[in-house]
Structure formats: C-alpha cells, structure tokens
C-alpha cells in the first residue's frame, strides 16, 4: 500500500520560512517524479514544484519562483519543500504527489498517488 504523508506545516508570520517534507512509502521511490501542490479554500488544486527521479532538474510556477526549493533523498524516501519569504497568499492545504514517469508535469491528473495534506497559514 503506497503511503505518502506530509509534516511540517504550521503558522507563520509573513516573511517567514517552513520546511515541507513528504515521506513515502509501499512504492519505489526512485522511479516517481514527485510533486508538491496546494490549495486554498475555495479554489482549486495548484501546482506548485516538481522534482525529477534523481533530483536533478526541478520546475516550479511562477508564484513560487525563487521563493521555494524542493529536494529529495532517495536513500530516505522523502521529498522537501522549503518555502522562503512566505506570504499570505499562500497559505493553504499542501499536498506531496508522486508520479510515475519522466520529464516535469504541473497536471494534477499525472500524479497517481497523493498525500493526506498540511494546513500552512501565513498571517499578515
């Protein structure tokens, strides 16, 4: 049964930093890009960063450029996010995503695994 759960959301003021991480489990982890997305009430699921199978290349949208990092240690099972410069604006419900494949996909519909989600909340 592949697992992923996510840690480490929180509040924090605005100009602060979290780390994300996402540890998965039941799947091989080196053969899934993995992804992290987000979603703010009353909107939809968005992407935010993706990682390739051996962490070198990543991709990210454009709110979240040079603001946010994503990393993974294959030996550990776990994918990171570290966000920087947090604004209000995105604090939502966080998600990690696997996906089986090459390249970098920003579709939700590509990832075949998901996390339960954590709550980050930026207060101005």
């Known amino acids: 049964q592949v697992q992923l759960v996510e840690s480490g959301g929180g509040l924090v003021q605005s100009g602060g930093f979290l780390r994300l991480s996402c540890a998965a489990s039941g799947l091989t982890f080196s053969w899934y890009a993995m992804g992290w997305f987000r979603q703010a009430p009353g909107m939809e699921r968005e992407f935010v960063a993706t990682?390739?199978?051996?962490?070198?290349?990543?991709y990210y949208s454009e709110p979240v450029k040079g603001r946010f990092t994503i990393s993974r240690d294959n030996a550990k099972n776990t994918v990171d996010l570290r966000m920087d410069s947090l604004k209000p604006e995105d604090t939502a419900v966080y998600y990690c995503?696997?996906?089986?494949?090459?390249?970098?996909?920003?579709?939700?519909?590509?990832?075949?695994?998901w996390g339960q989600g954590t709550q980050v909340t930026v207060s101005s």
């Open positions: 995503a696997a996906r089986l494949g090459v390249g970098s996909s920003t579709s939700t519909q590509e990832y075949k695994y």
């Open positions: 990682i390739s199978r051996d962490g070198a290349a990543t």
